[in-house]
T-cell receptor, first 112, second 116 residues
Framework: DTGVSQDPRHKITKRGQNVTFRCDPISEHNRLYWYRQTLGQGPEFLTYFQNEAQLEKSRLLSDRFSAERPKGSFSTLEIQRTEQGDSAMYLC??????????FGPGTRLLVL | GDSVTQMEGPVTLSEEAFLTINCTYTATGYPSLFWYVQYPGEGLQLLLKATKADDKGSNKGFEATYRKETTSFHLEKGSVQVSDSAVYFCALSATHRTGANSKLTFGKGITLSVRP
C-alpha cells in the first residue's frame, strides 16, 4: 500500500459527458503527478503540481482536460466532453522528499 | 526527446530460471533510471532505482546496473519465483537529480509469467 488513493476506481461514461477523478496523496507528498496509461503501453506524463501550483502540462493534456490541487493536498482531474479516445487508466503519483513517486491504484475510464 | 525501449514480451519462465529483461534509453544529460513493477490487481510499485552511472540498484533479488556507455539498465534475477509474475516497466527521469520536475518516461512494459 503506497498510501495514495484514487476515486473512483472505475468509471463508465457516454461520449460527450464530463468526468472528474480524485487523487489523495499522503501529506508528505508536496509533488503530485498525473499520468495516462493505455492498453499495452507504459504510463505517459500528463501534468505535475508542486504543492498547489501546476508547473508543467504535457501536450497530451488538451484544453478539454483540467487539473487542480487546491491547498496542495488532494488533486482532481476533469475531462470535459469526453471522447472514446480518452478511454484509459488515469494514474496519480505523489512524491515527497525521497524523490520516489508512489502511485495510486488508478481510475479506469471507459467512454462509450 | 527522452525515450525508453524495452524488449518485446511476454516472457514465460519456469520457477528458478534466470531472468533478464532488457531496457535501453535515450535522454539528454544524465537521467535517473527506475524499474517499476505492477502485480495483478495492484498499482505501480518502485522495484529499484539508480541515479548515476555504474550504480547498481537492487531489491527482492532483482538487480540492474546503470550502464552509461551502452545506455542500458537491464533487469536481472538469478532465480525467479511464481510470485514474480507481473508487468515490469523501465523508466527514466531526466531531471530527477536537479530537484526539478521528476516526471517519468516509461517503456511499454513487459509481462512476466513464471510457471511452477
Amino acid at each position: 500500500d503506497t498510501g495514495v488513493s484514487q476515486d473512483p476506481r472505475h468509471k463508465i461514461t457516454k461520449r460527450g459527458q464530463n468526468v472528474t477523478f480524485r487523487c489523495d496523496p499522503i501529506s508528505e507528498h508536496n509533488r503530485l503527478y498525473w499520468y495516462r496509461q493505455t492498453l499495452g503501453q507504459g504510463p505517459e506524463f500528463l501534468t505535475y503540481f508542486q504543492n498547489e501550483a501546476q508547473l508543467e502540462k504535457s501536450r497530451l493534456l488538451s484544453d478539454r482536460f483540467s487539473a487542480e490541487r487546491p491547498k496542495g493536498s488532494f488533486s482532481t482531474l476533469e475531462i470535459q466532453r469526453t471522447e472514446q479516445g480518452d478511454s484509459a487508466m488515469y494514474l496519480c503519483a505523489g512524491e515527497g522528499a525521497g524523490e520516489t513517486q508512489y502511485f495510486g491504484p488508478g481510475t479506469r475510464l471507459l467512454v462509450l | 526527446g527522452d525515450s525508453v525501449t524495452q524488449m518485446e514480451g511476454p516472457v514465460t519462465l519456469s520457477e528458478e530460471a534466470f531472468l533478464t529483461i532488457n531496457c535501453t534509453y535515450t535522454a539528454t544529460g544524465y537521467p535517473s533510471l527506475f524499474w517499476y513493477v505492477q502485480y495483478p490487481g495492484e498499482g505501480l510499485q518502485l522495484l529499484l532505482k539508480a541515479t548515476k552511472a555504474d550504480d547498481k540498484g537492487s531489491n527482492k533479488g532483482f538487480e540492474a546496473t546503470y550502464r552509461k556507455e551502452t545506455t542500458s539498465f537491464h533487469l536481472e534475477k538469478g532465480s525467479v519465483q511464481v510470485s514474480d509474475s507481473a508487468v515490469y516497466f523501465c523508466a527514466l527521469s531526466a531531471t530527477h537529480r536537479t530537484g526539478a520536475n521528476s516526471k517519468l518516461t516509461f517503456g511499454k512494459g513487459i509481462t512476466l509469467s513464471v510457471r511452477p
